[in-house]
């Protein structure tokens, strides 16, 4: 049995993985959650205390969504690894998009009102059409980590994260669609056609079909 440890995107719930279903007799999926951040807490500091109540003696499987997946690779440096895979994410400071380079060096990340997204159930009393309402709901559903503090740090870290070189034998899954992370950045990952950012919530299938042959394999095995 292999303990498959699922970290979600910033701000976001475990249930984004509600709809990834592995063979439970091989696999035993985990949700991690986001804690608050301590104090001036960095984010390798951050993924030592995450990885406290996972197993140390035997291979386990990390995967990692958006900032997620940038958690699961600062977390790797603590385990003994069977797999590591990202999804919808990065693997160095080289593939992030030119406005977050931007937003790092000029500070501009620092003056953000992250506070406004305490607000956000206001907006649906608002006029707005139902593609915003849509994506609202989604917001709601799966975004519940709406504390400021911790937004203010993750945004921080996402931005000014100091990888350079991508770990060795990394799987990255990455949509075509993506606009956080725009794939015309992102090198040696799996491609998804018309995979969005959010495509561990509409892709499932896919996820559902080659995550088992990713994670014993390393490879897709179709």
Known sequence: MVNVYM????AANPTVFERIDLPDKEFKMVWLSWEIPKKEESLKAYAKRMVEPIEKDKPVVLIGVSFGGVLVQEMSRFLIIKRLIIISSVKSKQELPARMKLARYSGFYKILPTGLLNYITQIEKLPVGS???????LYQQYFSMKDKYYINWAIKEM???????PIEDIIH?????????PIKNISDCIGIAKGSHIMILNKYRWF????????S?????H
């Not at 970290?7 to 910033?10: L, Q, T």
């Not at 899954?173 to 992370?181: A, K, N, Q, R, S």
């Not at 559902?208 to 994670?215: F, M, V």
């Not at 394999?217 to 095995?221: A, N, S, T």
Request: with cysteine.
């Open 7 to 10: 970290m979600p995107g910033m």
């Open 173 to 181: 899954i990455h949509g075509d669609e993506d606009l956080v992370f």
């Open 208 to 215: 559902n079909a080659n995550l088992p042959g990713l994670i």
């Open 217 to 221: 394999e390393g490879i897709l095995q």
């Open 159 to 165: 931005l000014c994260w100091e990888q350079v070189q």
């Open 131 to 137: 593609a915003i309402r849509k994506r609202l709901k």
